[in-house]
């Protein structure tokens, strides 16, 4: 009997101890570059899916320095197993990552696990986590530059139009004359843009070049034929607005912000992401009526330069990754893509088409309005020397402040910038 008793007590134990294992709290290690009003919102998409999956999923969070430092890091840590289960990545980064083999492929399981699909993304975006036929990330968002403008000075110069939008968006001529009226009323800057950065002026200048379906690479050479022109048609308007003094000179990225929220400039060239900090003054009181709005036409057609924010898996070396992680991790992103309305609250668009569909995205102003540029979207080149704080940035924008700001002659800059690009 005794025996017996042992015999059921051990088996109760041992049956006690499987289920136990087979309910383990899976932890996911996550990494981000993700600061400011895109912190906030993380943290807070991550504090909702742990309490949502309490007991069964954890996401342990760690925010490190944006830019090279990141991807420095990811590529050290990868080499030695020791890189997260998930982080968050530049779609534009994406090419140089899977060269460097830093990436796992999101198979045609994962996605379905997810319950995630091709249809689901806008083509220009799920193309941009695309290398040779394989995904190597999931997008969480487009982030483009849009134009923001004041309603307030706009209405009383009389250059809003019926739907309350700047008046020229259409073509170079009428968005230039509506700077110079803008001017002419006693503005002191018609539009702030960021002409101390080189780095930040590219997405401008890119966009530019879309509009006039321009290419920096053609292969594998760097503005081939008339693409070298088309650079130097996008960079003679914005010189042409800075000489007029129709657009601010020298300017950094916060005196550029500074400018157009206290008034002194009606319009600013942006991110998306700054969003957060026109709604947040707003609720204040301590800002006007502002809207957000697609760049204007300059040249042939709109087009717009974007990057993603994307999730993706590190191909830890030496460290293989469960299936019970794995499909943890996927458990995270499948969830909070599907609930990446909040995230649309930090001014990007999600990239989770049934998300952009909604009905409550498109009561979100002033998001609803310029989200239609994801038609209209241009990403980076795909090539290892692309993406943020690659060398293309580097060797581009060397030559962009010196020009912007009248300094040096479009077609020079365009000369010299093709030399550098070539010597990459």
Same mark, same amino acid.
């Given at each position: /009997?005794? !025996? ?10 041992? &049956?006690?101890?499987?289920? =136990?294992? *087979? ?5 996911? +290690? ?16 991550? =504090?909702?899916?742990? *309490? ?21 890091? @990811? ?8 890189? $997260? ?36 993304? *806008? ?6 986590? &695309? ?62 843009? @960021? ?17 006039? #379906? ?8 760097? +503005? *081939? ?7 130097? !048609? ?11 003094? +129709? ?20 319009? /600013? ?34 087009? &717009?330069?974007? #990057? ?41 668009? $999600? ?24 038609? !209209? /979207? ?35 800059? @365009? ?7 070539? #010597?990459?």
């Amino acid at each position: /009997m005794q !025996n017996w008793l042992r015999m059921t007590k051990a088996l109760v134990l041992a &049956t006690g101890l499987m289920t =136990s294992a *087979a309910h383990a709290e899976e932890t996911v +290690l996550w990494w981000d570059f993700l600061s400011g009003g895109d912190g906030v919102r993380m943290k807070q998409l991550i =504090s909702d899916f742990n *309490a949502a999956h309490q007991g069964k999923i954890k996401i342990d969070a760690t925010t490190l320095e944006w830019g090279t430092p990141f991807y420095s890091k @990811v590529q050290t840590s990868v080499a030695v197993g020791e890189a $997260p289960d998930i982080m968050t990545y530049h779609a534009s980064r994406i090419p140089l990552a899977v060269k460097q083999g830093i990436l796992q492929e999101i198979t045609a399981d994962d996605w379905t696990t997810m319950g995630l699909a091709q249809a689901d993304y *806008a083509p220009a975006t799920w193309d941009a986590v &695309t290398v040779d036929g394989k995904q190597y990330a999931v997008p969480l968002d487009t982030h483009p530059i849009v134009l923001y403008y004041n309603k307030d000075v706009l209405g009383k110069a009389g250059l809003l139009d019926e739907s309350g939008k700047p008046k020229g968006l259409d073509s170079r001529e009428n968005f230039t004359a509506t700077l110079k009226a803008l001017k002419d009323a006693g503005v002191k800057f018609p539009l702030g843009s @960021v002409t101390a950065d080189g780095n930040f002026m590219f997405r401008t200048i890119y966009s530019l070049m879309g509009q006039q #379906d321009g290419e920096l690479m053609t292969g594998d050479e760097f +503005l *081939a034929g008339d693409n070298a022109t088309k650079l130097e !048609n996008a960079l003679s308007v914005l010189q042409e607005w800075t000489t007029e003094g +129709l657009q601010s000179t020298y300017t950094d990225y916060p005196a550029t912000v500074a400018l157009f929220t206290s008034g002194e400039a009606a319009m /600013m060239i942006n991110g998306v992401w700054e969003v957060p900090t026109m709604t947040d003054l707003q609720k204040e009181g301590k800002l006007f009526e502002w809207g957000a709005v697609e760049l204007p036409v300059i040249f042939d057609h709109p087009s &717009t330069y974007a #990057d993603s924010h994307a999730f993706a898996i590190p191909a830890n070396k030496g460290k293989e990754m469960t299936p019970e992680k794995r499909a943890a991790v996927l458990e995270v992103i499948g969830w909070i893509s599907k609930n990446s309305l909040l995230w649309a609250t930090a001014g990007h668009i $999600p990239a989770y088409g049934p998300v952009t569909n909604s009905a409550e995205y498109k009561a979100m102003e002033p998001n609803a309005t310029y989200s239609s540029l994801t038609a !209209n /979207m241009i990403f980076d080149p795909k090539t290892p020397l692309a993406g943020i704080a690659g060398p293309i940035f580097d060797v581009m924008s060397t030559y962009f402040v010196p020009t912007l700001n009248g300094e040096m002659e479009p077609a020079e800059a @365009v000369e010299e910038i093709k030399l550098g690009l070539e #010597d990459l």
